[in-house]
């Protein structure tokens, strides 16, 4: 669903056409009267650097909403030529390929990613922290004990969902590989399972838990598997991130730092409580979550956060020691070096 939100041309025409108007301040939507300012930013646009840039659908992708509305203003430093997608193996293939500059993806695919390509790609910043949960539909789950025994239906294998779940459950005495079930499947998929039976659980993220808990009555949030995480004393769940090719950063420095303004001004703005019926409707008109109400209901839940330089090298840390130490295989197989975290000397 590639969506090309650089429309570099039409935006100096309208915003020259429009200039009575003002352009549109990024990160908080407000607009300026200013006749000089309106030419000036439209000559601006004409500079701006283009960068290819990838988001991931769900919690993910949801900081960049207002991001990717000020790009199609005309209103950002750089030029974003935006795609949201569904799953981390498109965005590893394309920060493989050179496809794509900058992207958002979970962090331990992004230390997979690093590991794999002898350090190609950097972490810019933390986006998300933990959105994960356990549904519930007429099966009486009110622990991770209680999975015990049980099919789970679940999406995010090979991501961090997957080894988040495996060590929840250890902690709590369920074997992942003998005690539970645990089938892999989109967050489609799972929704449609649990909707046609009688009974079942799930692990979903927001948004999709609460889509589906919004489209069948009978499903009940059970457990959070952040709350279940911090009970372990283990720091935050660091699961979401952008990271950038090495050649782009080195090659763009000036475009990497306005890009990192920009996206903390962008997550601020989705996050901040005053602004959700707005940011629900930008998460929605950018195919991020299925629908503004959908949104409404999920931006609360997505734990949108703003982490660079040595504090997120700390709050990654924290929880790529547990992954490792869990399963080392789940970030490349080993921790990464310091040169993974952009920023930090």
């Not at 840039?53 to 000020?70: E, H, Q, R, Y």
């Not at 009486?140 to 090979?158: H, W």
């Not at 009555?217 to 283990?234: P, R, Y």
């Not at 660091?238 to 990192?260: H, K, S, W, Y």
Request: glycine share 8%; hydrophobic share 40%.
């Amino acid at each position: 669903m590639k969506r090309k939100l650089s429309l570099l041309l039409c935006a100096a025409l309208t915003l020259s056409l429009l200039a009575g108007c003002g352009p549109k301040n990024t990160g908080n939507g407000s607009a300026s009267g200013s006749d000089s300012t309106s030419q000036s930013t439209s000559q601006n646009t004409e500079d701006r650097t283009q960068v290819d840039f990838m988001v991931l659908s769900g919690p993910t992708g949801v900081g960049a909403a207002k991001l990717l509305s000020d790009n199609d203003a005309g209103a950002t430093l750089n030029d974003y030529n935006a795609e949201v997608v569904t799953e981390n193996g498109q965005i590893q293939t394309a920060l493989t390929s050179g496809e794509v500059d900058i992207a958002a993806i979970a962090t331990n695919v992004a230390a997979n990613l690093a590991a794999q390509s002898d350090g190609s790609i950097q972490m810019l910043a933390v986006n998300t922290l933990g959105v994960l949960y356990i549904l519930d539909k007429n099966v009486g789950v009110t622990s991770l004990a209680d999975l015990s025994g049980k099919t789970i239906y679940a999406t995010g294998k090979g991501a961090n969902p997957e080894y988040i779940l495996n060590y929840l459950l250890t902690q709590n005495g369920v074997d992942p590989t003998t005690d539970v079930t645990i089938e892999w499947l989109t967050a489609e998929e799972v929704s449609a399972k649990m909707i046609s039976s009688d009974s079942a659980v799930c692990m979903l993220p927001v948004p999709a838990a609460t889509a589906l808990i919004a489209k069948d009555s009978a499903v009940k949030q059970a457990i959070s598997l952040s709350d279940a995480w911090d009970e372990l004393g283990n720091g935050s769940l660091a699961m979401g991130c952008v990271v950038a090719r090495t050649e782009f950063i080195e090659e763009n420095p000036q475009a990497v730092a306005d890009f990192l303004t920009e996206y903390e001004a962008s997550i601020n703005y989705m996050k901040d409580e005053a602004n959700l019926d707005t940011a629900s409707e930008l998460v929605a008109q950018y195919k991020i979550t299925p629908s503004a109400a959908i949104a409404a209901a999920a931006i609360p839940q997505c734990n949108l956060t703003f982490a660079s330089g040595q504090e997120m090298k700390d709050l990654v840390e924290g929880y790529f020691s547990v992954l490792f130490q869990a399963n080392p295989a789940s970030i490349g197989g080993g921790m990464p070096y310091d040169s993974f975290y952009y920023g930090v000397a």
